[in-house]
C-alpha cells in the first residue's frame, strides 16, 4: 500500500467516448503528476501540480485535460482519444515545493489500464 | 537536457544467480537525484533507493546493493542471490526540482529481469 490510489484500474473507451481518471493521494503531499506508459518506451511525464497549480505541461494534447480540485485528487479528463492513446497511466505524489530531500522522492499509484477501440 | 540511458532490455538468469542492472545518466545539473523504482506485472512503481549527487558510498539493503560512480555517470544496481519473485522491469530514474514546485523525474526505459527456477 503505497497511499496513492487510482479509479479505475481498467478501463476500455470507444473513440468518441468521455471518460476521467481519478487519483488520490493520502500522503499529506501537495506534488501530483500524470505520467503515461507505452509499451516498448519510457514514461512520459504529462502534467505537474504544484499546490493545486500545473506547472508542467509536456506538450499533451488537448485531448487529455487535467483537473487539481485540491492537494490530494489529481483528474485525467478524456475526451475523443485516439488508439495510440491506449497505455498505462499513472499516477504519482510527492512532497513539494522546496528543496527538502524528499520533495525529490515521488510516489507511485497502482495506475489505470486504459484501451481505446 | 536529462538522459537515462539502460541498455539491457532484458535480462534471464536462474535463481540465486547474482544480476547487475546497468545505469547510466546525462545531467547539467550540480544537484540531482538518482533513483531505481521496481515494476512488477501489477503494474506500480515500487521505490527502491534514492541517491544524491553528493554522495557517492555505496549501499547495501539486504540482497540489493548498488554502485554510484559521479566520473562514469553512473548508477548501477546489484541484486545478490536472484529469487524468483524478483522478476519485473526495473527502472532507473533522474530527477530535478522544477521551479514551480514538485520534481521532473526522467526514467530509463528500464530493465525487464526474469528470474527462472
Known amino acids: 500500500e503505497t497511499g496513492v490510489t487510482q479509479t479505475p484500474r481498467h478501463l476500455v473507451m470507444g473513440m468518441t467516448n468521455k471518460k476521467s481518471l481519478k487519483c488520490e493521494q493520502h500522503l499529506g503531499h501537495n506534488a501530483m503528476y500524470w505520467y503515461k506508459q507505452s509499451a516498448k518506451k519510457p514514461l512520459e511525464l504529462m502534467f505537474v501540480?504544484?499546490?493545486?497549480?500545473?506547472?508542467e505541461n509536456n506538450s499533451v494534447p488537448s485531448r487529455f485535460s487535467p483537473e487539481c480540485p485540491n492537494s490530494s485528487h489529481l483528474f485525467l479528463h478524456l475526451h475523443t482519444l485516439q488508439p495510440e492513446d491506449s497505455a498505462l497511466y499513472l499516477c504519482?505524489?510527492?512532497?513539494?515545493?522546496?528543496?527538502?530531500?524528499?520533495?525529490?522522492?515521488?510516489?507511485f499509484g497502482p495506475g489505470t489500464r486504459l484501451t481505446v477501440t | 537536457a536529462q538522459k537515462v540511458t539502460q541498455a539491457q532490455t532484458e535480462i534471464s538468469v536462474v535463481e540465486k544467480e547474482d544480476v547487475t542492472l546497468d545505469c547510466v545518466y546525462e545531467t547539467r545539473d550540480t544537484t540531482y537525484y538518482l533513483f531505481w523504482y521496481k515494476q512488477p506485472p501489477s503494474g506500480e512503481l515500487v521505490f527502491l533507493i534514492r541517491r544524491n549527487s553528493f554522495d557517492e558510498q555505496n549501499e547495501i539493503s539486504g540482497r540489493y546493493s548498488w554502485n554510484f560512480q559521479k566520473s562514469t555517470s553512473s548508477f548501477n544496481f546489484t541484486i545478490t542471490a536472484s529469487q524468483v519473485v524478483d522478476s519485473a522491469v526495473y527502472f532507473c530514474?533522474?530527477?530535478?526540482?522544477?521551479?514551480?514546485?514538485?520534481?521532473?523525474?526522467?526514467f530509463g526505459t528500464g530493465t525487464q529481469l526474469k528470474v527462472e527456477l
Open positions: 501540480y504544484s499546490l493545486e497549480e500545473r506547472v
Open positions: 530514474a533522474l530527477s530535478y526540482i522544477l521551479t514551480g514546485g514538485g520534481n521532473k523525474l526522467t
Open positions: 504519482a505524489s510527492s512532497q513539494g515545493p522546496g528543496n527538502r530531500v524528499e520533495s525529490y522522492e515521488q510516489y
